[in-house]
């Protein structure tokens, strides 16, 4: 056989191009490291299921809108306590959310609120199409009560497992237990492929119309003809071959972010009025992408989530508040909510610590020797 002659191949500094494409996909080229990227994720998560390499989570979420049949003007219940690319692709859909308030157990999607959002869209004459659930800094939602209630009132289920790859509930890996998952291989996340996200599919099927969709709807012509809208969210084939490789530090930097969350449980473990957040139960397995904690002003002599902060900010060291709630974004005020006052609670009052796998024994002694400080004083 020839060698094939590419109309562009990338070329690099030796003039060689980096990988030869693979035939996974009558719509597009797609490179052999994306190809060998998505198998390795799927052998990882250790499921029937399919995936598909897209260069966002965020992209990853729009897909699965698609796939759950959401249009214009359809319900869509999702997590207020999530960043907000969570909550974006309904709105690219022109759909409407319908936000859902925490539990204290997991700080994610509270099953009661969930049902009563539910109850109360119905009411109203608009049955929800779809729910996004955010496995929030790598921890698992009560997944039996709110996939049970999912199932049970025939709404496709997606889990926004962003923060989450290597987290688990009831031994089953996150983003497979939904009818869609999604996963980010974002700069700040556990692996990285310097931006880049996976869709998990039930089938060959859904899997082709998302790498439809995602390389600009082009149907296999020997010209460029579209059948549809679609949207440029492929992964890059470079990036899906730096995620090859830091795959190989996965299991390396979970143990790493594992002993991260033990120290600040011994740090803390004297300290009133702090809580480390950890696992409900032995269901629940985080892959503690972020350590994190809750302050109660009551019980620490006053201080407060922002006098750590700060502090920590002069020791230069970085922490950061929880996210801030979708329904008292700017953006989202005006969208219903459901809900008690948990996400307000964990706002105010939460705190993400320094989590890094490259974290040293030097820098858990600063910031040891800092928290030190700001309780001593």
Known sequence: MKKHIYLSPPIYGDQTVLSTPSSINVYDDIYKDIDDFEKIVKGYLNTDKQVVALNSGTSAIHMALILAGVVE?????????????????????????????????????CPEALELAYLECVKKGKTPKAIIVTSLYGMSSDMDAIGSFARKNSIKLIEDSAEALGAAHRNKKLSTIGDYGILSFNLNKIITTAGGGILVV??????????????????????YHHDTLGYNYRLGH????????????????????????????????????????????????????????????SKTGGITREDIRLSLKKDNIESRPLWKPMHIQPLYKDYPYYGNKVCETLFENGLCLPSGSNLTDEDRQRITTSIHTIFNK
């Not at 099927?205 to 296999?220: D, G």
């Not at 972010?257 to 950890?278: M, P, Q, T, W």
């Open 202 to 223: 039930n089938s060959i099927e859904e899997k082709q119309k998302v790498l439809h969709l995602a390389t600009q709807a082009k149907t296999n012509l020997p010209y």
């Open 73 to 109: 003007d359809d319900i869509v219940l999702c997590q207020s306590m999530t960043f907000v690319a969570c909550a974006n692709p309904i709105l690219y859909q022109r759909a409407k959310p319908v936000f859902v308030g925490s539990e204290e157990r997991t700080w994610n999607m």
């Open 238 to 297: 470079i990036n899906a071959a730096l995620g090859v490789i830091q795959f190989k530090e996965l299991e390396n930097n979970l143990k790493k972010r594992k002993a991260n969350h033990k120290f600040y449980e011994e740090l803390f473990k004297h300290i009133s009025g702090i809580y480390v957040h950890k696992e409900p139960d032995d269901h629940f397995i985080s892959n503690h992408w972020l350590s994190a904690i809750l302050v109660d002003p």
